[in-house]
């Protein structure tokens, strides 16, 4: 498509006016494209953004004696309130699960920190993609 816009745009004075017009439509639809671009990545920004602010605000409430760590106990404890609860399952995440997903995110100190939390659970959220897929395939064999 660039091809084009630089043919039209390189030969448009040796070129019908019919032509031109058409030279113009594609300059304007690569120009359209590349706006959706921008415009899509702003809000998968905000999107990420704002998913990064509900997930502080759960680690904050679930860190009960304020350390900035969450224990076994502190995250089992903060299953019994259903406000928490419901945030784990709008992330997809059923509370019977929870302590898989402590272990998944523990690096093997029996607590998870802000950095665990927030990088495992965003590398958990939304459907595995193809390359994670391969990757693990390539490390069974």
Same mark, same amino acid.
């Given at each position: 498509?660039?091809?084009?816009?630089?043919?039209?745009?390189?030969?448009?004075?040796?070129?019908?006016?019919?032509?031109?017009?058409?030279? $113009?439509?594609?300059?304007?639809?690569?120009?359209?494209?590349?706006?959706?671009?921008?415009?899509?990545?702003?809000?998968?920004?905000? $999107?990420?953004?704002?998913?990064?602010?509900?997930? $502080?605000?759960?680690?904050?409430?679930?860190?009960?004696?304020?350390?900035?760590?969450?224990?076994?106990?502190?995250?089992?404890?903060?299953?019994?309130?259903?406000?928490?609860?419901? $945030?784990?399952?709008?992330?997809?995440?059923?509370?019977?699960?929870?302590?898989?997903?402590?272990?998944?995110?523990?690096?093997?100190?029996?607590?998870?920190?802000?950095?665990?939390?927030?990088?495992?659970?965003?590398?958990?959220?939304?459907?595995?993609?193809?390359?994670?897929?391969?990757?693990?395939?390539?490390?069974?064999?």
């Amino acid at each position: 498509m660039v091809l084009a816009v630089f043919l039209c745009l390189h030969c448009h004075c040796s070129v019908c006016p019919h032509e031109l017009s058409d030279c $113009k439509i594609v300059e304007n639809a690569v120009s359209n494209a590349r706006n959706d671009e921008e415009t899509q990545l702003r809000l998968r920004n905000q $999107k990420k953004s704002h998913e990064l602010v509900h997930l $502080k605000a759960l680690f904050t409430l679930m860190d009960a004696d304020g350390d900035g760590t969450l224990s076994w106990d502190e995250f089992e404890c903060s299953l019994s309130d259903p406000d928490i609860c419901d $945030k784990w399952r709008l992330m997809d995440i059923e509370p019977d699960e929870c302590q898989k997903l402590f272990r998944l995110l523990d690096t093997g100190d029996g607590t998870i920190d802000s950095d665990e939390f927030f990088e495992g659970l965003s590398k958990m959220k939304g459907a595995a993609q193809s390359k994670d897929v391969f990757a693990l395939r390539r490390q069974r064999t």
